[in-house]
Every structure is written in C-alpha cells, then in structure tokens.
C-alpha cells in the first residue's frame, strides 16, 4: 500500500478553523487507527505535512491526537539523529554537547534551520559558532575524532599558524568602559575567524566569533537562519514567519559581504523563503508578533523553544555492539570511557539553567527595513560576554553590577561558602528578563494619517490605520 501526501495549501496555515476541518475530515480517520494497523512511521508522514501551528491545532482535536501529536514530536526533535550524521557515534555526539555546555558553543545557521524544519539538506555541514578564544579545546576534539583542517580562500594551511593569526589579529577595542563592564558598540558582524574541517564527505564549519556567537547571529542575511541549539535545548528567534508563513526578513547588509549575503538570501528563496525588507502591518500588530519594535530575549514567548533529550540516556550504557552511522561501528563502552566522568554528571538540562536566555535585543522596525540592535557585554564577574539591548544596558549593568559586588562581598565575609546561590550568568538571565518585559509595552507615539495610532486602545481601527498606511506607501506619485 502506498500513501501519496499533497503538499499542503499556502493558505492553510492562514486560518485555525480551516487546519482543523482538513485534519479532521482527512486525517483523523486515518490517524486514530491503532499501531498495529497504522505504524508510527506513516503517522508521522502524515504530520510532517502540517507545519508547527497547524500540529499544535490538531492535538486539540482530543487527547488521541495530543498524544500522536506529542510522540511525533519527540520522534521527530531529536539532536542526536543530526548530531550523527558528523561525528559517527552517540559517545562523539555526547562529546560535543558536553563541550557546547563548557564552551558556550552553539550550533545555527542552515543546520538548525533543518533540526526545526525536519528536513535535510544534501550536503549541508555542521554549522558551529564559539568565541575565538574558547575554541582551541573544540579544534582539539575534531582532530581526535578523525577530522582534517581544510584552509578557506586566503588562509594559510597549517592550522596552529593559521588559529595563532586569529588570536593575534587586531580586533576592535571598546567603546568605553563603565563600572567593570566593558559595552562593545557596532563593529561589523562580530566574526573573527572561519575554519572548515574535513573527513570523508562530512564537514564541519567553525565561525569563531570576536565577542559572543549571538552577536553574529543576530547579524545574519535573514530572519530564517536565525536559530540557535545549545547544549539543552533549540531556540527559534523568528518562528511563526519562518515556519509557518516561510517569510525571511532580510536585514541591512555590509559593503564588504553584500554580493555574499544576495547569493545567501538567493538559495533560500530557492528553499521556499519568501524574502522581504521589512515586515508587514498586519504582522506587525498581530499578538505576540515575534517582528513588533519592541525589546526581546532568547526564549521569551515568541519564540519556539524545543527542549533536547538528554545527553545520556538509559540505554545508551547497554549499546554494547555500537552504532552504525554509515561509516564506523564503535562499541559504547569503549568509546564512552573515554569521556571525563566529572563533566557530564550535574550538566543541568532545564530551561531556567540555560544561560544563553541572558542574550537580548531590540527589533528596530520601520516600513523599509527591519534590523535587530544589540551591545555586548562582558564582566569580570561572568565567563562569557552577552548581547542586551541598548535600551537597557544602562540598567542591566546597575542591576548586576549591585548583584554581583553584593554577592562578592557575603562571599567574602564566609570564604569559602557559595550557598546554594545560582551561576551570576543565571542571575543576569533574571535581570535581562525582568527589564524587558518591564518596558515591553513602553512604546513611542509615532504619528500616522495624523494620529498617534501605537497608543490606541481599538485595536481593529489601529489595525486598519497600519494598512492603510503600508498601501500609501505603495503608492507612486507621478
């Protein structure tokens, strides 16, 4: 028996009450049918067809579909089965998840965009992001594991000589320097360094970044490749126009890597993406919208979080005859051992212990562009440096700053006793969340047709005034 899935309608993602009428009148049937009848692979063809919001429409039907939809989901979001595709074993995947823990190493671009889309990209690389200066213990872990150095255009071969003129390369020195916070301002994109490595047909791209990875991210071609994986779980930054609408903003792109970034927005048009400069009325005041000018943080409730499986599991130790990944088969407990066992027994896996939600930005929005503003921070008191908001940096430093020297000084007065007191990189996530959503709804007037619509309390007129705004500005006058 064979089952031919239609693409899905542009316009079903559009409408709740139409998703729910085509999967009950053409799926439900279909999927209520008992395992034994209907396998769990051809479950999740069916629901691959629908796209985020549309799933999550029919786990409403009943609780059958919840549960179809939830297995599916946790089928379907699994790290390791993209991990493997690089790095051959469950032991290397654990390896590296480790080092994305103690590096602060993130996983983006193209490969993350597959991880949430389920969909694979042939050929595609590893695309890796670290701070320039944490990378040398990541570099050392590729090696191990049977990867080659491959030199990019205008980069010398040998690998210490070309990873030393990295770490001595002029970078740009802060803007100024307030109460033990260094505040870095514009400077191009934040990468410092690429380097590609190489085993058989699998490569693996490392973009060393001059401050933190996020800070590069947050200055990619597009809104599409705007998502991150760390060590715990996938942050999509722009989900519901990536995913559901397959919109990619494009943001203002810099002389140097302008014909780059066309030739990058170009492939993914060829994906599907549609590619706009600026977000529409309609989205713009659509609740919750992930585009609104406003202030926003890594996990805050517009984006799509899925949290990742452990980086252990029960049956991992029992694999005895190994995993086959298409090219090596390596017993589990041999390669395991070689894993520190220090460094992976109290990795906390929650939402609330990720630090990367410390990251913050400002989605500055007009009717021509659209463009995500952001400083680094770094501290004395935190092992990495973090994108906040220029609206708030003033008052993040004075908040963390008071918490941290508070912190120093108990710490002090009972050396050596900590408390049960979080990681200050926790702490700063606690400081960049309450700031902004305190000011998320602080909103400039702005006059339109002659009213300051922002304030409104009609939303349906406010929502009318924006469109016909955005058609005037349409308009050519001749």
Known sequence: MSIVLAPRPPSLSSNARSTLFLVRSQFSSFLLIKPPLRPEKIQSLVLHELSPVDRHHFSLVNKKARELVLGYNERCFRI?????????????????????????????????????????????????????????????????????????????????????????????????????LDWEGYHGNGMAEVF????????????????????????????????????????????????????????????????????????????????????????????????????????????????LEPIFEPGDADAGAGVDAGEDVVSMAESRSNIPIHTHTNIPMTLETDPIRAHSWHNIVTYTQFVPKCKVMSSPFLDSTYCVAREIHYDVQNHFLALAMGRTQAQNKVPGNRGNEPPLALALVDVVHKLCDAKRFEVKDKPVLGLAINRMDDGPRKLRLLKIQEALRNVTIR
């Open 80 to 180: 390791r089965k993209l991990l493997l595709r690089f790095f051959d074993t469950l032991s290397n995947v654990a390896r590296f998840r480790i080092l994305q823990y103690e590096l602060g190493l993130l996983v983006s671009g193209s490969t993350a965009l597959q991880f949430f889309d389920d969909i694979v990209y042939p050929n595609s690389d590893l695309d890796t992001y670290v701070e320039l200066t944490k990378f040398r213990p990541y570099a050392d872990f590729l090696f191990e594991i049977g990867y080659a150095f491959v030199p990019v255009q205008g980069q010398v071969r040998d690998f210490e000589t070309a990873f030393s003129a990295a770490l001595s390369a002029e970078r740009p020195a802060p803007v100024h320097h307030v109460g033990g």
């Open 196 to 307: 590609n490595f190489e085993k058989g047909r699998k490569k693996v791209q490392v973009i060393t970044c001059v401050h933190t990875p996020i800070e590069v991210i947050l200055h990619f071609h597009s809104t599409c490749v705007m998502n991150v994986i760390s060590h715990s779980h996938g942050y999509s930054l722009f989900p519901r126009y990536t995913f559901e609408d397959h919109v990619s903003l494009h943001t203002p792109t810099f002389a140097t890597v302008k014909d780059k970034h066309k030739r990058a927005r170009e492939k993914y048009a060829q994906r599907g993406w549609t590619m706009v400069p600026a977000p529409s009325a309609f989205s713009r005041v659509r609740p919750n919208s992930e585009c609104r000018n406003s202030l926003r943080y890594i996990g805050d409730s517009s984006c799509w979080v899925i949290p």
